[in-house]
C-alpha cells in the first residue's frame, strides 16, 4: 500500500488505443457508428444502439452539461488520501442526447456544482504519463 | 409450464457465525455453512449431488464435494454478477437443475473472509495495481474505484428526480438496525441506531454515507433445493420457489454506473413477469428482503419490483415505520440484512426468508405465507417469490 502515490493510469484496451492516443494530443475522440450516427462511450467493438460494425473515430467539442456527480471524502486508494475531497461527474456531452462519460470535475467548490451546469473539457497528465479527460465548470 | 412456479423447494438452511475474522480458510467456511444446511434438511452427503456457487466465490465445487464426502455431482454452475446477483441467481440455478431433473438435491452457497481479507480482498477498499484494465481503466485513473462511490452517482440523481432525501435512506438502515437489534447473531447486535446517528454518519461519496453502506464480513452460508414432492418427505417445513427470475436492463449494456433514467432497470425486467409467475401480486407479500448493499439501492429496488411507483420510495418508505417488526405492514430485512446482520452478499437474507414461511424466525411475521427476495440492484441481478404450503 504504501508509495502507491498514483490511481492507476488506464491501459488501453485492444482496439481502444485511438481514443487514448487522442487524449495525450489533447482531444476527444469517441466512435461514431457509420450507420446511426451514434457516439458512443466508452469504447466498443460494436454500436450497442444498431449493432453495426462500422466506425469513425471523430472529436467532440468537450462541452456538456453535469448529469450528476459525487463528492468522495472516504480515501479508499493510498493515492486518494491526500486527494480527497475530489468530484467524480458524470458528464453529458452536448452532441448527443444520453451521450454521458465518467471524469472528474476539478477545481470546482463541490457547493457551486448543480444539475445541469455546464462544463468544458479539458486535460490533466497523469505521472505515467498519459493524459486524462477531466472537465471544470464552463 | 412456463416458468420455475412451484417446481423446486427450499429444504435445508445453513450458516456460520458472522464476524470481522473467522479464522478459519474459506473452504471450511463453505463446509461448515453446506453441512449445517443439509443436517438442517436431514440430507447426507449421498442425497446431494449438485452444487452452485457465486462467480466471485473461490471455493471450488470439486474441493467441496471432496470435503464434504459427496460421492457423485451432477449438477455445477455459477452465477455471475454474484457478487451481488448470486443470493437467488444461486437458488435459481438450482432449482432449475432439480426441476429438470437434472440433479436431485442442489447446495447454493457463499462462504468468503471478505472483511478480514484471508482469501477475499476487501470490496470497500481499492487494488493498488499501477495499471487499470478493461472497464477499470475509464474509472480508476479518476479515483472512482468502490460500489459505494458509483451509489454516490446514482443516489444523488435520484435525489434530484425525485425529491428523495437522506433520511429515506436513513429509515432503511435504521430499519436494518433494529432488526439486527433482535438477533442476537448478528454482527451489529447491541449497537443500536438512530436516524440521527445515520445523518450524523461521515460522508463517504456525498450523498453516501457510512451508515448508507453494507458491512464486510467473514462466514459461510447456504442452502439446499430440492423437488418439492421430495421436500414434503423431509425434516422441515418446505419453501416452494413460487416464482423466480434473472435480469439485465439495456443500461447495464449502454451505461457504465446505474441509470437512474433508464425507462427499464434490471429490476424492472424480472418484475414484469415475477408475480404473473407467482399468481400473486405485491400487496400479496408479507415480509420483505431486499439486497441491501447500500441504502438508497434499496429505496429503488422498492421502486422498481413495483411495491410503489418510480419516485413514490420516498413516501412508500416514511421514516421506515412500516418495515420494521413487529408493528410494520411490510417487516424489512427481519434478521438485519446485509447492513446490519452480516454481508454474506445476501444469502442470509434468502435463509431469513425461509426461516419466516417456517415460522421460525426471530421477528416472525405472522402466518406470513410469502416471502420476496431480490439479490443486489445496480448490477445484472435475480428475484424470487417464496411461499409455504396453504
Known amino acids: ?138 | 409450464m412456463d416458468s420455475i412456479h412451484d417446481r423446486a423447494s427450499i429444504v435445508g438452511i445453513g450458516h456460520t457465525e458472522y464476524s470481522r475474522d473467522s479464522g478459519r480458510s474459506e473452504l471450511k467456511l463453505a463446509c461448515e455453512a453446506i453441512g449445517a444446511a443439509m443436517a438442517d434438511a436431514g440430507l447426507g452427503p449421498a442425497d446431494v449431488d449438485g452444487i452452485a456457487k457465486y462467480t466471485m466465490d473461490n471455493n471450488d465445487a470439486v474441493d467441496i464435494a471432496r470435503c464434504l464426502g459427496i460421492p457423485q455431482l451432477r449438477f455445477f454452475g455459477e452465477v455471475a454478477y454474484g457478487g451481488g446477483g448470486g443470493p437467488v441467481g444461486t437458488v435459481m440455478l438450482a432449482a432449475m437443475a432439480v426441476a429438470t431433473g437434472q440433479a436431485k438435491a442442489v447446495v447454493a452457497f457463499r462462504a468468503m473472509n471478505e472483511r478480514s481479507g484471508r482469501g477475499t480482498p476487501r470490496f470497500g477498499q481499492a487494488s493498488t495495481a499501477q495499471g487499470a484494465r478493461g472497464l477499470q481503466s475509464y474509472l480508476s485513473p479518476y479515483g472512482l474505484f468502490s460500489p459505494a462511490q458509483m451509489v454516490g452517482l446514482a443516489a444523488r440523481r435520484h435525489m434530484h428526480l425525485y425529491g428523495t432525501e437522506s433520511r429515506h435512506f436513513g429509515a432503511i438502515a435504521v430499519t436494518c438496525r433494529h432488526h439486527a437489534n433482535l438477533n442476537p447473531d448478528a454482527m451489529m447486535h447491541g449497537r443500536p441506531m438512530t436516524l440521527d446517528d445515520h445523518q450524523n454518519s461521515r460522508m463517504i461519496a456525498d450523498p453516501v454515507r457510512l451508515l448508507d453502506c453494507c458491512l464486510e464480513t467473514d462466514g459461510g452460508a447456504a442452502v439446499i433445493v430440492t423437488t418439492p414432492e421430495r421436500a414434503r418427505d423431509l425434516r422441515q417445513r418446505p419453501v416452494h420457489i413460487a416464482a423466480g427470475g434473472s435480469g439485465a436492463g439495456a443500461w447495464n449494456h449502454r451505461s457504465v454506473v446505474k441509470d437512474v433514467d433508464s425507462p427499464m432497470s434490471e429490476s424492472m425486467v424480472i418484475a414484469q413477469r415475477l408475480f404473473r409467475d407467482a399468481g400473486i401480486t405485491q400487496d400479496d407479500i408479507d415480509v420483505l428482503f431486499i439486497y441491501d448493499h447500500f441504502a438508497p439501492l434499496v429505496l429503488m429496488a422498492i421502486e422498481d419490483y413495483g411495491f410503489c411507483k418510480r419516485g413514490e420510495g420516498k413516501d412508500f418508505i416514511g421514516d421506515g415505520a412500516r418495515l420494521r417488526w413487529p408493528d410494520g405492514d411490510l417487516p424489512l430485512n427481519t434478521s438485519g440484512g446485509n447492513l446490519s446482520e452480516g454481508y454474506m452478499h445476501g444469502m442470509q437474507n434468502t435463509i431469513e426468508a425461509v426461516r419466516q414461511l417456517r415460522g421460525t424466525a426471530r421477528c416472525q411475521v405472522q402466518d406470513a405465507r410469502y416471502s420476496f427476495v431480490s439479490s443486489g440492484n445496480a448490477v445484472p441481478t435475480s428475484a424470487m417469490i417464496l411461499r409455504r404450503d396453504a
Not at chain 1, 52 to 67: C, I, Q, Y
Not at chain 1, 88 to 95: A, G, M
Not at chain 1, 114 to 129: I, K, M, N, T, Y
Open chain 1, 1 to 138: 500500500m504504501n508509495g502507491v502515490t498514483a490511481f492507476p493510469y488506464p491501459v488501453p484496451e485492444y482496439g481502444a488505443e485511438p481514443y487514448w492516443q487522442a487524449c495525450n494530443d489533447e482531444r476527444l475522440v469517441m466512435q461514431r457508428c457509420t450507420a446511426c450516427s451514434k457516439f458512443r462511450w466508452h469504447p466498443a467493438p460494436i454500436c450497442p444502439y444498431c449493432q453495426a460494425d462500422g466506425f469513425a473515430w471523430e472529436p467532440l467539442s468537450g462541452r456538456g452539461r453535469v448529469h450528476t456527480w459525487t463528492v468522495i471524502t472516504h480515501p479508499v486508494h493510498p493515492a486518494a488520501i491526500g486527494k480527497v475531497p475530489y468530484v467524480v461527474v458524470e458528464v453529458e456531452l452536448e452532441e448527443q442526447p444520453g451521450l454521458r462519460m465518467l471524469s472528474n470535475l476539478v477545481d470546482a467548490d463541490p457547493a457551486a456544482i448543480a444539475f445541469d451546469a455546464p462544463v468544458a473539457l479539458g486535460f490533466e497528465r497523469h505521472p505515467s504519463g498519459q493524459k486524462l479527460p477531466i472537465f471544470r465548470l464552463a
